[in-house]
């Protein structure tokens, strides 16, 4: 059965389009088809994050009645299917929310997974993907103004018949996560999926253009959304497999002669 995850997160900044870039990249690691659509239309940033800034036919000519959703499909990173949203203020203008519906309905028929990065806010943009989707997936800082945010986000859902999965907590102090995973709940009221630490590999990869699950596999953003996708999808947490060399015989030989010469 399809599953569309909504990232939404009320406030600006909080890393929905981290955190749908990467866990879109992760779920189709795990051998899901996984289809990423960047339904921030205002501030569209999933194509810049993966390179495909310049792409012909995005979601605002398929919004705007002007292209075909067919010809907004570009192939991702791990074979992650993405539909980016153009960056141009007047295809932002000429694009209409409403017709995300029919553009969800064509996109189902082809995935497992579908994945959609929303607007910060609650006009009409930020609401229509909040509805559409069987599950919302709430991304918030560890700080007031993104929690009283993300409430406000989860009580809108609530109000236009769509239902929360839980939030994703990021940027988190690696020191603190389990007191953060606790007080989170409460304040919430909402399961916490995961816990994103802040980490500088984030920055460091989207300056690549490659998500941190494949750039840096072992960095601890990387690891902690790992983990997510896999519960997710229902599969034990696995690390990324480390590549063993194997000891030859000109390292056995450079070891044996360094242990004499430490004795001698
Ligand atoms: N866990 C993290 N550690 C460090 N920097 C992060 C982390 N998550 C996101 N960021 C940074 O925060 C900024 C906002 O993230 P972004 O995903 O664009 O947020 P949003 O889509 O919610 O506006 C970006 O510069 C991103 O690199
Ligand atoms: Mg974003």
Redo the contacts with the bound molecule.
């Keep these: 059965m399809v599953k569309v995850y909504t990232i939404a997160s009320g406030k600006g900044g909080t890393g929905?389009?981290t955190v749908s870039v990467n866990l879109g990249t992760m779920l189709a690691e795990l051998g899901k088809v996984t289809y990423l659509m960047d339904a921030?239309i205002g501030?569209a940033?999933v194509g810049l994050l993966l390179g495909l800034q310049d792409a012909p036919v995005t979601l605002h000519e398929v919004l705007a009645g002007k292209g075909n959703i067919a010809d907004a499909i570009y192939e991702g990173p791990a074979g992650l299917k993405v539909i980016p949203s153009g960056i141009s203020l007047q295809g932002f203008q000429e694009a209409d929310p409403d017709r995300i519906r029919e553009v969800l309905t064509e996109l189902v028929k082809r995935c497992e997974f579908l994945l959609i990065?929303a607007p910060a806010g609650i006009s009409k943009d930020g609401v229509v993907p909040l509805a559409v989707a069987d599950e919302v997936i709430l991304v918030v800082n560890p700080e007031l103004s993104s929690i009283v945010d993300a409430l406000k986000t989860k009580i809108l859902t609530e109000v236009v018949g769509g239902h929360i999965k839980g939030a994703i907590i990021n940027r988190v102090d690696p020191d603190k996560t389990e007191v953060i995973t606790r007080k989170m709940e409460k304040v919430l009221g909402v399961r916490v999926l995961g816990i994103i630490p802040e980490d500088p590999n984030i920055r460091r990869s989207s300056s690549s253009k490659i998500p941190i699950v494949i750039r840096y596999p072992a960095s601890p953003a990387a690891k902690a959304i790992r983990r997510i996708a896999s519960d997710m999808i229902g599969v034990a947490y696995k690390e990324e497999e480390t590549v063993v060399v194997k000891e030859g015989f000109i390292d056995r030989f450079t070891k044996a002669l360094f242990k004499k010469k430490q004795k001698s």
């Design positions: 929905k389009t921030d501030m940033n990065d």
